[in-house]
Nanobody, 113 residues
Framework: QVQLVESGGGSVQAGGSLRLSCAASGSIFNINRMGWYRQAPGKQRDLVATIRLGSTNYADSVKGRFTISRDNAKNTVYLQMNSLKPEDTGVYYC????????WGQGTQVTVSS
């Protein structure tokens, strides 16, 4: 079992920045990939960014603006979000994959124009 706790969401104006954190606990040694997904109102949950063994992957809509990183000593993955746009608004979920996916409770990000 893996437990994930997100923090760092909030409200910001367009062009601003936020950093999300996701602290993992439990069977963390079995985690082979972590990432962030977001879900806008009335839409499906979409991939934002993933990180695995130092290799990163981003949705086209966030490339050049968001950066995912992982601190193994703290068992924490981060999502630095810069140049935020109103379309980045949504609930952001942390994800960890072992032999199955695990999800955090989500943190709200609201970007106003």
């Amino acid at each position: 079992q893996v437990q994930l706790v997100e923090s760092g969401g909030g409200s910001v104006q367009a062009g601003g920045s936020l950093r999300l954190s996701c602290a993992a606990s439990g069977s963390i040694f079995n985690i082979n990939r972590m990432g962030w997904y977001r879900q806008a109102p009335g839409k499906q949950r979409d991939l934002v960014a993933t990180i695995r063994l130092g290799s990163t992957n981003y949705a086209d809509s966030v490339k050049g603006r968001f950066t995912i990183s992982r601190d193994n000593a703290k068992n924490t993955v981060y999502l630095q979000m810069n140049s935020l746009k109103p379309e980045d608004t949504g609930v952001y979920y942390c994800n960890a994959v072992t032999d199955r996916p695990y999800w955090g409770q989500g943190t709200q990000v609201t970007v106003s124009s």
